[in-house]
């Protein structure tokens, strides 16, 4: 489980994350929303253990990240914004490096890569370098090596940006099957297809604030708007929020 308690983010003059606060519950899916500049990549961020908070906590499994990042990272498998591969590492290579990171090894190490390659149906690239990988296959890698070391809490930054349609097919049914499997999904996503497709439960950051929260069926009603993409619209024009 996942839960950012009034986090507080500045860089210079610039109030990223003003006060953010909610809670992604194991075995949902929980979409993080907003505006370009909202606050959501540095609130993953400091979840991610990369950035630390001026204010509040985010914890994952009662963890705080900021205190105890080692052991966050060991239990958070993240896809982020920047795919980040090493383009002389073929696609296994890539795995087999982040599994090692988490101190997995040996056969029980081959399987979960074997087991990963054949989930994604990576068999094409497996023995490619990543150099001149599409956008699709990066992807691809990058989920590969979050999800190697088995973690509960899996945070996916824009998870098909790139893909096409056969692809993000193939991304959806992974991530509710993690979420079937009792794990934690909070991804970002700017396309409301997909949000309403996916999402159990809804987080919209504006302004760095929390703007509304709730399932995407309570956000509909609370704005009293028929469909998830002018909820959202009105959501973050509301100067006071709607908490459901």
Sequence with gaps: ????KHLQKS???VAAVRDVSFVAPDGRITGLLGPNGAGKTTTLRVLYTIVRPDGGTALVDGIDAAQ????VRRRIGVLPDNRGLYQRLTAREHIRYFGRLHGMRGAALERAIDSLIDLLDMRDIAERRAEGFSQGQRVKVAIARALVHG???I???EPTNGLDVMSTRAMRTIIRRLRDEGACVLFSSHIMQEV???CDSIVVIA??????AGTPDELRAATGEPNLEDAFVAAIGS???IML
């Excluded at 489980?1 to 950012?4: N, P, R, T």
């Excluded at 302004?207 to 509304?212: M, S």
């Design 1 to 4: 489980m996942i839960e950012v």
């Design 11 to 13: 860089f210079g003059s």
């Design 68 to 71: 105890q990042p080692d052991a």
């Design 151 to 153: 973690p509960r809490n």
């Design 155 to 157: 945070l996916l930054d």
């Design 196 to 198: 309403a497709a996916l």
């Design 207 to 212: 302004q760095g604030r929390v703007a509304a």
């Design 239 to 241: 100067e006071e929020g």
